[in-house]
């Protein structure tokens, strides 16, 4: 039965990744987003999915660096103060795993991204909540969304990857 669910934020989150110098990777975590969620957990194929990050909650534990990805080099926040996602298909591709393709929106570009969910199961919280949970996997081209910044090394690499790795952990309540 489809329901609609309202995302835990202090049981979820927006992490990512991106190489560093061609050597080690930076990790980072948007620290508030929305989200609406209409599903019914035992198949997610029909579910609607929307994601609001607000950029300006980037945390990269630098705030040198959070402050240079909110300019108008990266993210520009002043212009384009948050990312978006609205799904536009989901796909069974196993038990409780599902591919999760969507329109993801970066300052004025948008495209489609798929991301590899898994549901990790449902639950009733100690005050007789109905929770739910799931992860999801992706990879982002910045560049593709105009975040192009980038610094060549004297030993002929790039300071910043293009690829960024996406991981959601999202835990929900019942709305």
Same mark, same amino acid.
Do not use: Q, S
């Given at each position: 039965m489809t329901k609609r669910w309202a995302?835990? @934020? @202090?049981?979820s989150g *927006? $992490?990512?990744s991106v190489k560093h110098m061609m050597i080690s990777r930076v990790k980072g975590s948007f620290n508030d987003f929305t989200a609406?969620?209409? @599903?019914d957990v035992n198949d997610l194929s029909t579910a609607k999915i929307d994601f609001i990050i607000d950029v300006n909650s980037i945390d990269t534990r630098n705030t040198d660096r959070d402050n240079h990805l909110r300019s108008g080099d990266f993210f520009d926040t002043e212009n384009y103060p948050a990312i978006k996602f609205n799904s536009t298909d989901i796909k069974k591709v196993g038990d409780d795993e599902y591919e999760l393709t969507g329109d993801v929106t970066i300052k004025?570009?948008?495209k489609k991204e798929t991301f590899k969910v898994e549901f990790e199961g449902s639950g009733k919280d100690p005050w007789g909540n109905e929770k739910? !949970?799931?992860t999801a996997d992706g990879k982002l081209n910045r560049k593709e969304? !105009?975040?192009a910044w980038n610094q060549v090394l004297e030993?002929?690499? *790039?300071?910043?990857g293009? $690829? *960024?790795k996406i991981n959601l952990q999202i835990q929900a309540q019942e709305a």
């Open positions: 995302v835990d @934020a @202090a049981h *927006i $992490d990512f609406n969620m209409e @599903a004025e570009t948008t739910v !949970g799931f969304y !105009g975040l030993t002929g690499g *790039i300071m910043v293009e $690829d *960024i």
